[in-house]
């Protein structure tokens, strides 16, 4: 038992082809016969920003999906996870601060970014998350029947938002660093698809985008949503007379970058491409916008003329 290779070899009839543990660390023997630390590559659940360590935790998002985000997580409790293992803790990767550069083609996508500047070199690791879908042509005949109830109101030109709604959506993924006007969908009855309308863009973006409530938009801590491609708010949820309220959506809506609040983690300012979404059953009265403002598209999202009970 003076090391793992004697005990191996010692042992090689029995554990010639299986894991086997040696001091409470996981082994087993590869191709070329190296004994190789196994964790099952649970070390890759574990990243270090600076000096702190995080985890990606697996969650469910609001509807249904499964989303990944990252948890500050203790150093002792991964030591009591592992055995106080230095070999587990020597095996996850490390960065050097958090940066932030959404992009949805998989192809050109980078989660770990390297940087340099007069000889220093820094790896930051990329706050965004890769989109799961690869687009393909196909039927879509819901979702653009959604987008033509959405969009379908006419401007002061008399034009129809669709051409503009699909171009907005196509900016939104494949230009994802450029600014978009704030889209604010109003109406004052219930049940006409505003919400609807976010849960389809959450559906593509999942961990990409956020939809605020009331105690998320005005906290101080908001590593929920900082950072994110979309922030949607639905205003049946949020207090809109509150400074705090007003001026977090101006800062979303025009700052290019976003001071990152998280609980017990130093503030930071990360880049701010938030593509901002708010909802509200206040057709006339729910925000105050300047005449000469251009920055916000107001649509007034009709009723559902189609059968209710379509679950389609």
């Known amino acids: 038992l003076d090391s793992v290779q004697t005990f191996f070899q ?3 009839n029995l554990l010639s082809d299986k894991e086997f543990i040696y001091k409470g660390d996981p082994y087993y023997c ?3 016969g190296k004994l190789i630390v196994s964790w099952k590559g ?7 920003i600076g000096v702190d360590f995080f985890k990606k935790v697996v969650e469910t998002s609001p509807n249904g999906q499964k989303e990944i985000n990252l948890k500050k997580w203790n150093i002792a409790t991964i030591k009591a996870d592992y055995n106080n293992s230095k070999e587990f803790l020597k095996r996850i990767e490390k960065c050097d601060s958090f940066t932030n550069i959404p992009e949805n083609e998989p192809d050109k996508f980078k989660q770990i970014v390297f940087s340099e500047k007069n000889g220093i070199k820094s790896v930051l690791y990329n706050r965004y998350f890769p989109v799961s879908y690869n687009p393909t042509p196909g039927s879509w005949e819901n979702i653009n029947t959604l987008l033509h109830h959405i969009f379908d109101y006419k401007n002061s030109s008399g034009q129809s938002l669709y051409e503009f709604a699909l171009d907005y959506l196509q900016l939104i993924y494949t230009k994802p660093l450029v600014k978009l006007p704030v889209i604010c969908l ?7 698809g505003k919400t609807t309308f976010l849960n389809f863009l959450r559906a593509i973006f999942i961990e990409n985008m ?3 409530d009331s105690d998320r938009i005005s906290s101080q801590f908001n590593g929920s949503w900082a950072g994110k491609l979309i922030v949607a708010i639905d205003e049946s949820l949020i207090a809109m007379d509150r ?3 007003k001026n977090r959506i101006k800062m979303i809506a025009t700052n290019q970058t976003i001071p990152l609040e998280e609980k017990g983690l130093e503030s930071r300012e990360i880049p701010n491409f938030a593509k901002l979404i708010m909802c509200s059953n206040d057709e006339t009265n729910f925000m105050r916008i300047d005449q000469e403002e251009n920055r916000y598209c107001i649509i007034k999202v009709g009723s559902i003329n189609k059968d209710k009970n379509d679950p389609d």
């Open 243 to 245: 400074d705090t309220v």
């Open 10 to 12: 010692n042992n090689f």
């Open 30 to 32: 590869d191709e070329s």
């Open 186 to 192: 109003v109406s004052k009855e219930n049940g006409t």
């Open 210 to 212: 956020r939809i605020l």
């Open 42 to 48: 649970e070390q890759n659940n574990y990243i270090r």
